[in-house]
Every structure is written in structure tokens, then in C-alpha cells.
């Protein structure tokens, strides 16, 4: 402390440390990136926070206290008085149960799966791995829609009665057509992609040498799995079921379509609800118990996985894996895999393209098909390709995608310049844990933040309300976590006698950057952009309280015509959001031969 | 029951509602009331030429709706009047939802506004001050001073029940019978968090209590049993007992009436009857049994807007019979002099033998309190 009191000592200091500065461009970027995420990440916490404390507009009637003064009102609502059970509990507990149930559901499918692509000699291998991600891509609110046109009956909701209903003449039971048991199905084949692609990198990394060893000792099968395995990939499962169950917290759409023709409400639909008829003080306490209950299952995670939040990698040894012959289950198990899969990834689309055609729900006569809500006009509304807001909403959705996929791979690449070159400064530890809390805030809860925080203008930011920026802002730190994680495992890589090696040839940042860092980090790079631009067009929780129509996307315009009951545009806008994801994974995979989506693996903490 | 009487009751109360916020806005905002020439400043006689020709030198109106048939009339009279407006359409909730935080935020985007839900738009804009209430002195010869507090209505709406029954008549006698076992699961209604519109119609039974009392005891021969506060929510109660089906669209409840197998019975908006008319559902409208709910659009100008003739031009113009015609039929206007046109030009509001309209204030007051029964009921 003495030399504080030397001022020469403490200028030469400082000049020292602004050389140091200049140098090392990490520091600088880290800074940047620090107050970056403290204003678009940290701020909106606080906001949340001191909302849900706060009388809201238009409540000082019924909290009675005056606008902006504390009060404990929306907290004792939702937590101590008569109706905290409608508002919380009841939608608390089942969203624990689905939760719960769906997550072991989709683990016995992932895991399942796993094993037989990697450890077993099934036929057909490369096919059934593209098709196995399928679900992944397509939005699950698009699998609820089409179970409700599998299994609907006459009896709920709207009452037009599904396919079964219609060719069998059994009615369906309500508890099949809508509630838990349908959310948590639908959630199930489209999450069931986590534990699969996470087992599978857990089992290719496992080293051939262990179960040989075994092998050769005389162990059968079934104990190398139990005894060698199973030990060995537990960690990845463990994290599977935590990032699963994490996933399923604040999951909207599969609950907002099966679960409110039945009052079945969890917690991002009561926090919808709530936000939708401006009952902003109840929405942020919601917000904030999903927030902790999230963060909560991820610490879980860490504490399972120990410290290396990165542990899964799916390069190198993929293909050594030890293969068991299936003998006599072969041609069973590839059945039974087909069937999964075309159960799980071509279904949901056909029955979605068939209801689309229907010129009347529920009618699936042959006269009663009609290309009306694609190309033609029906109660005054024009069919979707012809419609210019949908137009403009397709465009919209490919803008905020290309956008969005942009800058946070940038972002995800700075992130990992910053991490990698700084490590174990306290610098690179709060650039990588800020760029980690948006996994804990679920996208309808974002939604709302953003939305409060971004109506005003901030500083030199005009208000973003009812723009793209907030869109492209919003989603862009909702996908933040993953493109950090992409980022980081992408610099590791990359040795820094490679830059060391540029800048004494002097070499600036820019050249550096665009001549060694970007082209070494390319796949990653990719992957990242790819997953981005997928989450992005197929989110409909993040953007569902952000859009407005001049700013509308695809996915909010589905639930809008979902709302006004206009089922077959949804269908055909479902069936258009598909293609496009699809035909951009395939297009990367084909443009750059590589698959993107084998990068999901790294891309989940 | 005739509307005149009613509103005549209501004229009082509105008036009071209206004066103290008016007032406050007049004097915040009197330099661009004067030079819009809009509240104290609007004159005696208004020169339209003068008007149109302001209306060309300003950048464009921008409007907010809650009906996309205004979409249309835009592009249309931006054709005609060779000015730039634009408009967009948004649910009631959203709609005032984004006009309170433009406000806020100190944004002055909209200039017109045509939405629902009197009493919201009241307390979160007209209270804010982020409209104010321009009549054309044309119109306010013609309309009473009632239906145009706190804003100018464009048109009535109403709630009403639809039916599907084998011999095509109205399968109940009196209201109440929609809560007895006969109609279990057998009625259908649009979800009121989804629509202010439907929140108006649920609450007026709240505020008709006394009449839903005495129709109780008619059908049931015995004074009603309360288990809640009164018999307006008693009746919500029953029916949300009564497994009554809850969907989100008003095209949900005419195709969960026009689909069902034997009696079905829905409570939605009457402008859904000119889809029956075009064949694309089948279902009956009660005007004779079960009360109807009137329901309102209202109009104001955006505070501060600046391009305040052409929502001057535009206010005229949607009042009139020309410019109102996307509505007149299904709806009905509030000009006494404009003709009902269209495919449901016969039914008119004197068509319903039994027309609730709430008061405004009643509407505040209620809201909060019903929305906490339903959430806890539903």
C-alpha cells in the first residue's frame, strides 16, 4: 500500500498498465464486453427484481398505494393470499411434474438412441442420424399443433375432432387430447435430442482400451455396460437430465396450446397470461422464481459435473468407438428405430400439411381439401404465400435469423478471445459467467424484460419498442450462452504462439482476427451460426410479448392465428417455418460438408 | 329497452368521469391543442378545405386498430388525398398496452387510435393525456354528448348468444337454464384474458346483478342462493361449474356451434353472423332470450401528434357513411343518419329485446375483482 503515497511510482504504474492495455487487445475487448452484458444482462435483473416490489401502472387502485411506491402486494398475491394457488402453486407444481416425467421420458429416448448409433452395428446409420435431429429443428409448438389434430375430440377446446377420432369413430379420452400427458409427450420427442447428442459424445470419447481390457478378462456385455460404461457416461447423463429438465421450466408453446383449453396452466403460461391482460407486477415475481428455479438446476449441473462446464467434445475419436453386433435384434431394432423416427420427425409435418389443406377442420373428406389457406382466400384473409404481412413476417424472421446468428458468433468468438487469452483473471471469469446467466432466464421471461426495459429510451439508445433491434437484441442474449460456449471451446484450440507469432510481425488486431483467429475457429464458428439462426426463427416464447405487426415474425404470427382460431394458416405458416430451418441446416451441412448440428454437443455448456 | 334511455342515464355520470382528466390535458398540452386547433380551440365552424390542405404539408398519421378493415381504408384514402398515413393492427389489450408506453417513453407516434374497451382506454389513456377527444362539429349535432364521453364512439358491437338446436329454435327459456345439467359442456364462450371485448360482456353480468336475481327466481320459482358476492358472479360461477368450454378466437365458438352434434351454445360478438349468411357456418342468434351485451368502439387523436388533420380527416372520414361502410352492417353505427348497409343491414341494435350497456365506470371499478374470480374459478 506504501507505493500508493510514491506518485511517480503510481504514474509509471499506470503508464505501465495503459501499454499493457494497448498490447493485449483481451483486455480491452473483456472490458467492453463486461459493461456490454452488465447493461443488457445484469440491468434487466435488477429490473425485474425491483418491479416485482413496486406498485405497477394502472394497479394503485387495486394494491392500494400510489404508483412506483414499495409494496409487498404482487409477492403476498402470489405466494400468501387466497388466490396464490391458482396464481403459483397449482401451475408450479405441474410444471415440476412435467418437467420431471418429460425429462426421463426423453433421457430413455436420447440415451437409447445413443447406444445403438454408437455402440451397435444397426444398418442405415448415416440416414437415421439426420433424421434422428429432426425433431430437434422443428418448433415443439408445432408438434403440439399437430397432436391436437391427431388425437383432438369433440368434447375440448374448439371440438373438431382429430384424425383418429375421424377414421376410427372412437372419441379420444380429454386427458389424451389435451393436458399433461400430450405436453409432456410432445416435449419429450422434441427434447429428447440432448441427451441423445450428449451421450453420444460421452460414448464416442470413451476409450476402446477400457473395454477390451474388460473384455479380454472375460466380462460379458452386460457388465462392461453396467460396470465400465454406464459409469464412464453417467456425468453426461446427469447433465443431460439437469439441461433437459432446465429446458422444460420455461417451455411456452406446447403448454399454451395443449394446456389452456383445459385450464392446465404451468408457469410460463400463467406468467403469459398475466403479461397479457397488463398484470406486470405478478409477471415479474414469475419471472423471478423461473429465473431460480432454472439457476438452482444448473448449479445442479456443476456440482454433478464438477467444474469443466465444457466436458463433452464430439471430435477425435468417433469413429473408434467398439461396435457390438446386434446378431438377431438387427433387423427388430432398425424397425423399431424407423418407426421412432417417423413417428417423432415426418408425422408431426405430414398431419400438419393434410389439416393445412382442410377447407373445415375435422372434415377429412377428400372434396373437403383445398389449397384456400396457401395460395387462395378465405373470410377475407389471403392465403399465406400470397398474404404481404406474411410476407413481410417471413422476411422479418430470415432478417432477425441472419442477424441474430451474426453477432453472437462475433460475440461468442470475442468471448473466447477474452476467456482463453485472460484465463483466470477475474476479467475472463465475469465475462464468462455473465454470458452464462441468460441460460438460467427462460425466453418468455426475456421477453418481458426487455420489453419494460427497452419501451423508454436509454441514455443515446432511442426506445427500441416495436422495432427489430429489440428483437434482434433480445434474442441475441437469449442465444448468448451457447455462442460464448462455442467460442470458448473454438479458441482453446487455436495455439496463441500462432497470434504471439502475427503481432511480431506486426500484425493488428483487425489482421489478426480476420487472417488466424476467424478462419482457425471456422467450424465453430459455424456451428454456432447455424444453432443461432435455428433457435432463432423457431422461438416463439422469446418473441411472443416483443413483436408488433410491422415487426412481426412467423412464429407470433402461427399464434396469432392460433388466438383468432384460424388453425390452417398456422398449419401452413408451421409448415413453411420447417422448411426454411431445415433447408438452412442442409445447406450449410452441404455447403461446408461438415455437420452443424455435430457441433450442438459443444454448444450446450 | 331502448339505447337512447340508457345512455341518457349514463350522460351524467360520463360527463364527471370525463371533465376533471380533460382539464388537466387541456392546460399541459394547450400549445398543441392551439395550434391543432383541437379541445377549447376547435372552432365554431370547421373549413374542410382549409383541413385538407394542412393535411398535405404533414408527415403521416400513423393509427392504431383493433380491426384490419381500417388497413384497407387507408390505403385507399392515401390514394385519394395523396398523403402518407399508415396503420396497424393490434389486439385491445396490446393496443393500449403500446399506446401507455409510447407515452411513458415520451414517444408521440400514434395520431389515431380506434379500439375497444372503453374503460382501460379511459383510465391507462385518456387520464394519461395520450388522447384527446376530437368530434367533427358536424357530428356533434347529430350524436348525444353521451356517446362521445370520454371518446367519440364509432360504433356499437354487441355480445350475444348463439345457438345450434334440432328444430332451430332457442333451446333455453331464460338464461339461467345455461347452468343446469342440460347444458353441461354444452355451452361455449371466448376466453375474456384474451379479449377486452369479451371482458366487457363478463363483467356487464356483474354490474346486471339485480336483473340476473329477478330472472333467477322467475325460472326457478325461489330466490337465488349466493355462494359469491352477488348473482352476477353467481351466474360465472355455475357456468364455469357447468364445464363450460373456454377457446381463445370468436371464430372458435362459431365453429365449436356450427360443429356440434345436438345443442350447442356460444357467447361471442353478433358480427360472426356474416359468416352464416356467406355459408361458411350455420348457427342461429338469439335476440330474444338471454340478455345482450352492448359493447362500444371508440376514437381519439393522439396528443401531440403531428399530423393532427389528417386524424381530422380521418375521424370524419370513418364516420361517415362511405368511409364507415366496412363496418356498417355488422356493426352498427352511432350516427343516427347513417343507413345500415351489407349483408346484416336488417338486424339492427333495437333487434335485441333485452340490451345491457355498462357504464364506464363501472367497467373500472369491476375489472380487477373479476379478474381475480375467474382466475380463481376457471
Known sequence: MADTFTPGLRARRLANRARQVRANPALWIGAILLVVFGYLIAAPMLEIATGSARVQDGDARRAGADIGTWTAYYWHRLVASPLAETLLYTPLRNTLVISAVYSVIAMVMGVGLAFLMVKTDLPFKRAISVAILVPYIVPSWTVALAWTTLFGNDRVGIGAPG??????????????????????????????????LLTVGALSTIDRGLEESAQLHGASERTIARRITLPLILPALGSAFVLTFAEGIGSFGPAAILGIPVRYDVLATSLYQSAAIGRFGEAYVLTLLLIVMAAVTIYANTLLIGRRRSFTTLTGKGGSARVIPLGRWRMPLLVLVLAFVGIAAV????????????????????????????????DGLRGILVDPRVQ????????????????????GILVGYVVVNRRGTWLARGVEQLAFVPYVIPGIAFGAIYLTMFAQPIGPLPSLYGTLWILVLAASVNRLPFASRTGVSAMMQISPSLEEAATLHGAGLGTRMRRILLPLSKKGFLAGFVLSFISTIKDLSLVILLV???????????????????????????????????????GVQWATRTDPLQGFGDTRT | MKRTALTAMTLVMASTVAGHAQQDCETDHDDWLRSAEMGPYQPETEDWDAIMAAAQDEPGLTIYSSTSRVLDVVDQMN??????????????????????????????????????????????????CALVNYIPRELQERIPEAETLPLLRHRYSVGTWYYNSPDDTVPYDNIWDLTTEDFRNRVVVRDPLESGTMMEVFTAFVMNADALEVLYEENFGEPIELTTQSA??????????????????????????????????????????????????????????????????????????DSPNQAKLMVRHLMSQEGGSPWWGADFPVDPTIEPTGEMA??????FATLWEPKVEDQIAVRDEFIDFYLANR
Open chain 1, 163 to 196: 384424425v383418429v377420432m375421424s377414421l376410427t369413430g372412437w372419441t379420444t379420452p380429454d386427458w389424451l387430447a389435451y393436458g399433461p400427458v400430450p405436453i409432456i409427450a410432445v416435449m419429450a420427442f422434441n427434447y429428447y435430442a440432448f441427451s441423445y
Open chain 2, 346 to 351: 336488417d338486424l339492427t341494435l333495437d333487434s
Open chain 1, 347 to 378: 408425422l408431426p409435418i405430414v398431419l400438419l400439411i393434410w389439416q393445412s389443406l382442410q377447407l373445415r377442420i375435422g372434415d377429412y373428406s377428400l372434396s373437403n381439401l383445398s389449397l384456400a389457406y396457401w395460395i387462395g382466400e378465405v
Open chain 2, 232 to 305: 352476477g358472479y353467481e351466474f360465472w360461477k355455475r357456468m364455469l361449474d357447468n364445464d363450460v368450454r373456454i377457446v381463445a378466437g370468436s371464430r372458435d365458438v362459431a365453429q365449436t356451434v356450427t360443429e356440434a352434434d345436438g345443442v350447442m351454445v356460444g357467447l361471442s360478438t353478433q358480427s360472426a353472423y356474416r359468416n352464416v349468411i356467406e355459408g361458411i357456418y350455420d348457427f342461429n342468434l338469439d335476440t330474444e332470450v338471454a340478455p345482450t351485451v352492448l359493447t362500444m368502439r371508440l376514437m381519439g387523436v393522439g396528443m401531440e401528434t
Open chain 1, 548 to 586: 408488433t405487426p410491422s415487426t412481426n415474425v412467423l412464429t407470433a404470427l402461427t399464434f396469432g392465428y392460433i388466438e383468432l382460431g384460424r388453425r390452417q394458416f398456422a398449419d401452413a405458416i408451421s409448415v413453411v417455418i420447417v422448411i426454411i430451418v431445415l433447408g438452412a441446416t442442409w
Open chain 2, 79 to 128: 390514394a385519394e388525398w395523396g398523403v402518407e398515413m399508415e396503420a396497424l393492427n393490434l389486439s385491445t389489450n396490446e393496443l393500449i398496452e403500446r399506446v401507455r408506453r409510447e407515452w411513458d417513453a415520451g414517444l408521440r407516434n400514434v395520431g389515431l387510435v380506434n379500439n375497444g374497451n372503453p374503460g382501460q382506454m379511459y383510465e391507462a389513456l385518456v387520464q394519461r
Open chain 1, 392 to 411: 413481410s413476417a417471413a422476411w422479418n424472421s430470415l432478417r432477425l435469423g441472419l442477424m441474430v446468428a451474426v453477432l453472437t458468433a462475433l460475440t
